[in-house]
């Protein structure tokens, strides 16, 4: 029994020394040290034996099975270093090559110009409307009769205005100007707002218009507030927005919530005041509407005109992107052409 274990042992080294690879190791193992190999079926045998052949072929057997562990797992490594390494070598990321760019997305223009016309009026002391008192989805009681805009007033037309089906005096709303309501019955003066959204109107689409577009709302309530303070405030936003250069003018209007009611224009960006035809030829372009709120308006949410006045004022975002950018067509903001959103 001695002499076949160490015949085993001889071919088991034999074996190792020439094996390839980690499948032949593994392969070895089982040949000679599992539960059906060649070791542990001499090892069954030792019964047979006398004590003292015990104790001899024991000890042998199991320094037999320790040498040839320990040479299998040596050979083990061996291998597995020498085939990760090539591994490595293969998968290895080559960093002198250039990368492989992958665009980002970017804020919107739209975003970005609302954005920037927000904190130019914060930094003058107004603060943002709550959404919640800022619906798109609006009742006719806000979005006309409170702002004193009477029953056969052509804008309440449903050529002009969309009604939501099914529920009568709900429209989308036509105008920010809604929120002005709101915020002066939620709020007592002294009011200083201002509040940006989504409007709605049953326009012909083309280069200078579009049945979906966005505004922002002012409104300043407070004592002893004068036409002298809404063009303070206009023409300091004017002049941050657009800078010192662009010519502006005020003229004379009316809206139904406002009286004195007046337009503000700003020299055309692309005629430089010559005449064109996205300013209709008179080299100016209507930027905002602005007005001292009408006491009807503010009998309307309980405040009493002979203590308090303000003003209110509103704004397409579109429209001073297009007069910032020089833009030509209002379509492009909505057509999500990746050529013109790359440019901001």
């Not at 320990?70 to 490594?77: F, N, R, Y």
């Not at 970005?112 to 959404?131: A, D, H, K, R, Y």
Request: charge should be negative.
């Amino acid at each position: 029994m001695k002499e076949q274990l160490e015949n085993i042992y001889n071919s088991a080294k034999s074996d190792i020394d020439n094996a390839q690879s980690i499948n032949d190791i593994e392969n070895i193992r089982l040949k000679y040290l599992s539960r059906k190999g060649e070791f542990n079926s001499i090892k069954k045998g030792l019964k047979d034996l006398s004590d003292e052949e015990k104790r001899t072929v024991g000890a042998l057997a199991n320094q037999i099975t320790k040498d040839l562990e320990d040479m299998l797992k040596a050979k083990h490594d061996v291998f597995y270093q020498k085939e990760l390494r090539a591994k490595l070598e293969q998968e290895r990321i080559d960093i002198t090559l250039s990368s492989k760019f992958t665009p980002l997305g970017k804020i919107h223009p739209l975003t970005s110009t609302t954005n920037e016309i927000v904190s130019i009026f914060q930094n003058l002391g107004f603060s943002v409307v709550p959404t919640e008192l800022s619906p798109e989805v609006e009742t006719e009681y806000y979005n006309f009769d409170m702002l004193n805009v009477p029953k056969e007033h052509p804008a309440r037309d449903v050529q002009d205005t969309f009604y939501v089906k099914d529920m009568p005096g709900v429209v989308l709303r036509s105008q920010t100007s809604g929120a002005q309501i709101h915020v002066m019955e939620n709020q007592k003066p002294p009011i200083k707002v201002v509040s940006p959204g989504r409007v709605y109107r049953n326009e012909n689409i083309n280069a200078r218009k579009n049945n979906f577009f966005h505004q922002i709302e002012g409104l300043y309530i407070d004592k002893d507030i004068t036409f002298g303070d809404l063009k303070g405030v206009l023409n300091e936003f004017i002049r941050l927005y657009f800078g010192s250069t662009r010519p502006t003018r005020f003229r004379s209007s009316f809206f139904p919530f406002t009286e004195p009611s007046a337009e503000v224009d700003v020299q055309c960006i692309m005629c430089q005041g010559k005449g064109c035809r996205i300013c209709g030829g008179t080299g100016w372009l209507e930027i905002l509407g602005c007005g001292m709120v009408d006491i009807n308006v503010l009998k309307g949410v309980g405040i009493d005109p002979e203590v308090y006045s303000g003003f209110a004022f509103g704004m397409g975002i579109e429209r001073l992107a297009m007069l910032k950018y020089a833009i030509d067509d209002i379509r492009l903001f909505f057509n999500n052409d990746k050529r013109f959103l790359e440019q901001f």
